[in-house]
């Protein structure tokens, strides 16, 4: 499944600085990103940073040869799927309404067929004046698409329409304005993340160290391809995925019971670490240290929520996926898994490498009735992005 693609143009404000941020929640959810810069704009955020973050390399000038040697400024203008202006300056928007081409930014709005979202962000007088009016209704007239600006206090001290609109807002407006072709519109996915975490006592507890960065990235991933996502997630430090649902929990009794009431959905991605066991009796009060050496207690059995999802009759979803943190004999266990659990496939990792637990990258197995697939180690982001896409096919065959 081909990936989308924005030519995100940043013009020179102090709001540039916040088309670094766009530009990870894009990367994040699966959509790639080519960056235009003005030469304004680099005196506010390096090419580096933006090149970094987009994973692809920042084009500025019109007159380079090795740029048009590459890709010239028409194939360009035409090679994404939405060109993104943020931040729209007042200047940008003045040259862009009246058909000017003085820079590569400009130019590549000229010659472009290809649909156009506009952040506008400048002082409030100047987004006031008549001439920006003019300017935005002459853009709107043409179909150009805006979001924002905000109301707010700016840089310059002053209070007022003109900040320009919050990362997590544009990124929306661009999930938006690309769901005619996402292919999860009109799904709702289920997914759990996180550990949970099972009470000793009023202080202590029993927990794992998973961080909920893969199945927040899924999340992310599923609701880029226009999924309607419900995020099931036990403790973590992490920020709510952009555009998706979230229920937080601490138990696997309080996970499972998210999971029934967001009941019914197409699909169920069971990524988190569910405890397996927990005390059969939480103390009220906090265990002591005293002469009669350590605590024992009984630990009793969690429900299943895998296989709780898996084997519920008329209300199982489509397609239920688990997961399998294992530190050895990785595939043969997730096939036992597959098999007990009655789900469609697993997705097994290795969690004895340095580095998984926590970290950005992973190393994962499909195991389906079709067999056992290996992926190459690569970044969690990117084993979301290419699960989406195979949960999409798998929805939609």
Not at 205 to 223: D, E, F, H, V
């Amino acid at each position: 499944m081909a990936e989308k693609q924005v030519l995100l143009i940043v013009g020179g404000g102090i709001a540039a600085y916040k088309a670094l941020e766009l530009t990870r929640l894009l990367r994040k959810a699966g959509i790639g990103v080519r960056p235009v810069m003005t030469r304004a704009a680099a005196q506010f955020v390096t090419p580096l940073s933006l090149a970094a973050l987009a994973e692809d390399k920042v084009y500025e000038d019109i007159f380079s040869l090795t740029d048009e040697a590459e890709m010239g400024h028409i194939q360009l203008s035409r090679s994404a799927d939405l060109i993104v202006v943020a931040p729209a300056t007042a200047d940008l928007m003045a040259k862009a309404a009246n058909g000017l081409a003085t820079d590569l930014a400009t130019t590549t709005l000229l010659a472009t067929d290809t649909p156009v979202l506009m952040a506008p962000a400048m002082n409030v007088r100047m987004w006031l004046h008549p001439a920006t009016q003019r300017n935005l209704a002459a853009l709107k007239a043409d179909g150009v698409a805006f979001v924002g600006p905000d109301e707010g206090a700016m840089a310059c001290g002053e209070f007022g329409p003109g900040r320009m609109a919050e990362p997590v807002a544009i990124f929306a407006e661009i999930s938006a304005l690309l769901a005619t072709s996402q292919p999860l519109v009109g799904r709702h996915v289920i997914v759990t993340a996180g550990p949970t975490v099972e009470p000793i006592d009023p202080v202590r507890m029993l927990t794992n160290r998973s961080s909920g960065k893969q199945g927040y990235a899924i999340a992310q991933a599923l609701a880029a391809l226009g999924a309607d996502v419900t995020l099931v997630s036990g403790p973590t430090a992490l920020s709510s995925p952009p555009g998706v649902r979230r229920v937080d929990v601490e138990t696997a009794r309080e996970m499972l019971a998210a999971c029934e009431a967001a009941l019914p959905a197409d699909a169920a991605i069971c990524v988190a670490a569910v405890a397996d066991w927990r005390p059969e009796h939480v103390g009220d009060r906090k265990m002591k240290k005293g002469p009669g050496g350590p605590p024992t207690f009984s630990l009793v059995e969690n429900p299943d929520i895998l296989a709780t999802l898996a084997q519920a009759g008329a209300r199982r979803p489509q397609l239920v996926v688990g997961f399998a943190a294992e530190t050895n004999d990785i595939d043969d266990n997730a096939r036992a898994k597959l098999a007990r659990k009655g789900c469609d496939w697993i997705v097994a990792n290795d969690v004895s490498q340095e580095g998984v637990m926590g970290g950005d990258d992973n190393t994962v197995s499909i195991v389906s009735a079709a067999g056992v697939e290996r992926w190459t180690k690569t970044a969690k982001s990117e084993v979301a992005r290419k699960l989406a896409a195979r949960i999409a096919e798998a929805l939609n065959p």
